[in-house]
Structure formats: C-alpha cells, structure tokens
T-cell receptor, first 113, second 112 residues
Framework: KQEVTQIPAALSVPEGENLVLNCSFT??????LQWFRQDPGKGLTSLLL?????REQTSGRLNASLDKSSGRSTLYIAASQPGDSATYLC????????????FGQGTRLTINP | SQTIHQWPATLVQPVGSPLSLECTVE??????LYWYRQAAGRGLQLLFY??????ISSEVPQNLSASRPQDRQFILSSKKLLLSDSGFYLC???????????FGSGTRLTVV
C-alpha cells in the first residue's frame, strides 16, 4: 500500500527566501506525481505534474523534482512571497487502473513579510 | 475549455437527513471522476472513482454512495447522514492518461 509523507508539517520563513518542501513515497512503481496548493477553506490548485519518466518540471518560481528510485520528490520555491502562504500537498498517482492519487498530509507554509 | 463545477459550496444538515452533492465537468468526454473527503486535521481520502457511465468503485466502506448517471456528472449521496460524515468533499477529474488531476472548489458539509 502506497504511503506518502511530507516533511516538514509546517514551515515559517521570511519573505525572499528560497525554500524546499519534501515528499517521500514508499512504492516506487508510480504513474506520476503532482504538487498542489490549498488555501484555507478552498479546493486544490494544481502546481506541477511530473510523469514517472521525467526528472523535473518547472513553472515560474516553482521547480519540482522526482527521484523514483529513492521514492522522493522536492518542491523548490524561489524568492518566496507572502502570497505563497498556503498548504502544499504532494500526491502520487498509482499505476493500477484509474490513476488513483494518494496524498501526503501536506506542509503548511507561512511566508512572513 | 475544460472546467469542473461542484455544488453547493456549504451545507449544514441534521443527523439522519439525506445528502446529494453534484459535480459536473465541461469540455471533455469520458473523463475519470473522483470523490475525495478531507476531514478536519486529516489528509485527503479517496471515497469513490468512476471510469465510465454507471461504473463506480468504492475505496472505503462507509455511509455514502456515488452514481454517474451521465458521462460528465458524478453524484455523492447518503440516505441518512452521520456526524462522522462531516468534512470537506472534493470532486476531481482527469481527461485521460498522462494528465494531472483538476479539483472542484469543494463542498463543506457540517452534520449537526
């Protein structure tokens, strides 16, 4: 059974810093990995999708990497801004039919002005 | 364009009452559809998924059921709500393989 762990559970940093959020998964047989952002009381917004054959994806100040063999992914946020404050969720898509996602518990990020 | 609609946004229901949450997708055909629940302080749990009309798979035994009467419509139901059914319910879809999930805006259900 796939298990996804995100460390740290919470992170508070001053504005302008570069930061890394970590995600680990127990079963390396994955279809893809997706990073989401969730604002309080809101739905999930997709940030980056990495297919199992890819090593990284970039969008603006965000860069996500994937190392299937070690069961790890990182989300790098450059030059953090107060608007980046949210909960960041990592989710792994399984290779068994229907691409069901297994989520980590999330990292609650606070960027202080 | 492809969009997902989920309603209502907020719902307060008494214990024992029925439930119907609806999710519809526009701009695609034969999507995979999913219902997730996020309980307070807990992660997202997959409840049901559907790969086609009338095809429903349940992930966990519970007081809820799902139906897919049309290609782009996914409904979450209960005949009698329990206090433990409270939570944030999210519908999601993918158009086909190699695409990421898109989530709806969610329904916050409080059972009182």
């Amino acid at each position: 059974k796939q298990e996804v762990t995100q460390i740290p559970a919470a992170l508070s940093v001053p504005e302008g810093e570069n930061l890394v959020l970590n995600c680990s998964f127990t079963d390396s047989a994955i279809y893809n990995l997706q990073w989401f952002r969730q604002d309080p009381g809101k739905g999930l917004t997709s940030l980056l999708l990495i297919q199992s054959s890819q090593r990284e994806q970039t969008s603006g100040r965000l860069n996500a990497s994937l190392d299937k063999s070690s069961g790890r992914s990182t989300l790098y946020i450059a030059a953090s801004q107060p608007g980046d404050s949210a909960t960041y969720l990592c989710a792994v898509g399984g290779i068994q039919g229907a691409q069901k996602l297994v989520f980590g518990q999330g990292t609650r990020l606070t960027i202080n002005p | 364009s492809q969009t997902i609609h989920q309603w209502p946004a907020t719902l307060v229901q008494p214990v024992g009452s029925p439930l119907s949450l609806e999710c519809t997708v526009e701009g695609t055909s034969n999507p995979n559809l999913y219902w997730y629940r996020q309980a307070a302080g807990r992660g997202l749990q997959l409840l049901f998924y559907s790969v086609g009309i009338g095809q429903i798979s349940s992930e966990v035994p519970q007081n809820l059921s799902a139906s897919r009467p049309q290609d782009r419509q996914f409904i979450l139901s209960s005949k009698k709500l329990l206090l433990s059914d409270s939570g944030f319910y999210l519908c999601a879809w993918i158009p086909q393989a190699d695409y990421g999930y898109t989530f709806g805006s969610g329904t916050r259900l409080t059972v009182v």
